[in-house]
Nanobody
Framework: QVQLVESGGGLVQAGGSLRLSCAAS????????IGWYRQASGKQRELVAR???????NYADSVKGRFTISRDNAKNTVYLQMNSLKPEDTAVYYC??????????????WGQGTQVTVSS
């Protein structure tokens, strides 16, 4: 069974920083793509930052220059360093991973979500 375990959310003042972590607990799947989405109250879930299958990064325009995604392949873990946080960054942040099995089938998994609240 695959699990994406997130940590690092919380309450921070505007201008502050937080670091999110997401560990993929699997020894049989390889990570095809992995990253972070967020969903603010009353809004649709949106991409924040992601490593695609080629290992390249994609960022939402709203977070470019403030957020940095990184990964530790040995630990199957992806991180999101969030700096210069704004109240509009307040949302539930979800880890997302496309995992590939030995038959090259790809499965999409989501974490349980972690709340990030930025006060003004």
């Amino acid at each position: 069974q695959v699990q994406l375990v997130e940590s690092g959310g919380g309450l921070v003042q505007a201008g502050g920083s937080l670091r999110l972590s997401c560990a993929a607990s699997t020894s049989t799947f390889s990570i095809n793509a992995i990253g972070w989405y967020r969903q603010a109250s009353g809004k649709q879930r949106e991409l924040v930052a992601r490593f695609n299958s080629a290992g390249n990064t994609n960022y939402a325009d709203s977070v470019k220059g403030r957020f940095t995604i990184s990964r530790d392949n040995a630990k199957n873990t992806v991180y999101l360093q969030m700096n210069s946080l704004k109240p509009e960054d307040t949302a539930v942040y979800y880890c997302n991973a496309d995992l590939q099995n030995s038959q090259s089938r790809v499965f999409r998994y989501w974490g349980q979500g972690t709340q990030v609240t930025v006060s003004s």
